[in-house]
């Protein structure tokens, strides 16, 4: 039988995590944990806030089907496009073969792939980059300098990522998230959130004339140092990009989940 437990606290780490930052964008927000689905939609700009994943443990491809079908229908009742995250270890391997037809047979496009990581975390230094020094988001100015680097390194308007984080009293005072300054100039951001007895790393981003310096590794590492120095947690776990895919391992992840972001097409 398949040990699915770490693709499995995977997707219940993005339900529990989504569901905060959700509802701290919009109290109205809609989320709903369906047979088979978890719906953490804001309904705002900014996509990564717009977000179903499925759900079911070992999955079939005909209930795989009939899953994407309603997440479709739930993305098109929408006024903001998202995502819909699958983790393809949940799925059985005759689901995980058929993912990309029923996927299109749904209405949805792959938009990107993805991994989930975990690391036990031993006690590890306080990081220092010989370029940086870091800044605890505390204010809207700072937060919004965060927004702003998500947008830069994702392609996203400014306008968007300010509308997923603006005003937040939940990034201002539950997340760990740090800037790194270069010259009093912002240029990569990273925080970690507790969640059920974990950290997890969220928006991690770099500005892209400032990317391949080692300031985004530099700038996870001090978001999880404060962050388990805070909690005395020692799991984190994170979904990684393609883009920071090659980071994390540096400092202690290790992936153990396949992702695939799907959108409705265009």
């Known amino acids: 039988m398949t040990d699915r437990s770490d693709s499995i606290e995977s997707m219940e780490q993005?339900?529990?995590?989504?569901?905060?930052?959700?509802?701290?964008?919009?109290?109205?927000?809609?989320?709903?944990?369906?047979?088979?689905?978890?719906?953490?939609?804001?309904?705002?700009?900014?996509?990564?806030?717009?977000?179903?994943?499925?759900?079911?443990?070992?999955?079939?491809?005909?209930?795989?089907?009939?899953?994407?079908?309603?997440?479709?229908?739930?993305?098109?009742?929408?006024?903001?496009?998202?995502?819909?995250?699958?983790?393809?270890?949940l799925l059985d391997g005759e689901a995980r073969a058929a993912l990309g037809a029923a996927a299109e047979q749904a209405?949805?496009?792959?938009?990107?792939?993805?991994?989930?990581?975990?690391?036990?975390?031993?006690?590890?230094?306080?990081?220092v980059h010989p370029d940086l020094t870091f800044v605890r988001v505390t204010t809207d100015e700072q937060l919004r300098a965060y927004a702003d680097l998500n947008s830069r390194a994702y392609g996203f308007p400014l306008e968007d990522g300010r509308d997923g984080l603006a005003a937040s009293t939940l990034?201002?005072?539950?997340?760990?998230?740090?800037?790194?300054?270069?010259?009093?100039?912002p240029v990569?951001?990273?925080?970690?959130?507790?969640?059920?007895?974990?950290?997890?790393?969220?928006?991690?981003?770099?500005?892209?004339?400032?990317?391949?310096?080692?300031?985004?590794?530099?700038?996870?590492?001090?978001?999880?140092y404060e962050g388990a120095r805070a909690t005395g947690l020692t799991r984190a776990t994170l979904h990684a990009t393609v883009a920071g895919a090659f980071v994390y391992p540096r400092i202690g992840f290790k992936p153990n989940s396949p992702m695939q972001f799907y959108s409705l097409k265009g």
Not at 57 to 68: C, K, S, T
């Open 188 to 224: 990569t951001c990273a925080g970690t959130v507790e969640a059920t007895g974990r950290l997890f790393v969220v928006l991690v981003a770099t500005d892209p004339q400032w990317q391949r310096r080692g300031y985004g590794e530099a700038v996870t590492r001090k978001a999880v």
């Open 107 to 127: 209405g949805l496009e792959h938009a990107f792939p993805g991994t989930g990581m975990a690391a036990d975390l031993l006690p590890i230094p306080e990081p």
């Open 14 to 89: 993005l339900a529990v995590v989504w569901r905060a930052m959700v509802l701290d964008r919009d109290s109205n927000a809609d989320v709903r944990d369906l047979p088979g689905i978890a719906v953490r939609w804001a309904d705002c700009r900014f996509a990564f806030w717009n977000c179903i994943t499925l759900t079911d443990v070992g999955a079939d491809a005909m209930l795989v089907e009939q899953r994407l079908s309603q997440a479709a229908d739930i993305m098109r009742s929408k006024k903001h496009p998202g995502f819909l995250w699958i983790f393809e270890d």
């Open 171 to 185: 990034w201002k005072n539950r997340v760990y998230a740090y800037l790194g300054m270069r010259d009093d100039v």
